[in-house]
């Protein structure tokens, strides 16, 4: 993974950190990595995809999120495997 979309994963799995939230939205991973720039939401709808495919997370439908233990470790070490 390259530096640039590590840093977006790590920023998206750190959301859960220290959070009372068990999951979270797209709308939440857009805000936080993306803004407005239609470009960058595109780079973390593909992003929140592979992280859900690797095991970092686990979608629970309705566009939410869940951070797996996989991506608790992830967030931890600050940084992605594979």
């Known amino acids: 993974m390259?530096?640039?979309?590590?840093?977006?994963?790590l920023e998206i799995?750190?959301?859960f950190r220290g959070s009372e939230t068990e999951g979270w939205d797209l709308h939440a991973f857009?805000?936080?990595a993306?803004?407005?720039a239609p470009e960058r939401r595109a780079a973390v709808l593909d992003l929140v995809d592979r992280l859900t495919a690797e095991?970092?997370?686990?979608?629970?439908?309705?566009?939410?999120?869940t951070l797996t233990a996989k991506g608790r470790r992830a967030a931890?070490?600050?940084r992605i495997q594979g």
């Open 2 to 9: 390259a530096d640039g979309a590590e840093e977006m994963a």
């Open 13 to 15: 799995l750190r959301l």
């Open 30 to 32: 857009f805000e936080l």
């Open 34 to 36: 993306a803004g407005d």
């Open 55 to 65: 095991g970092y997370l686990e979608s629970r439908g309705s566009d939410f999120y």
């Open 76 to 78: 931890q070490q600050g």
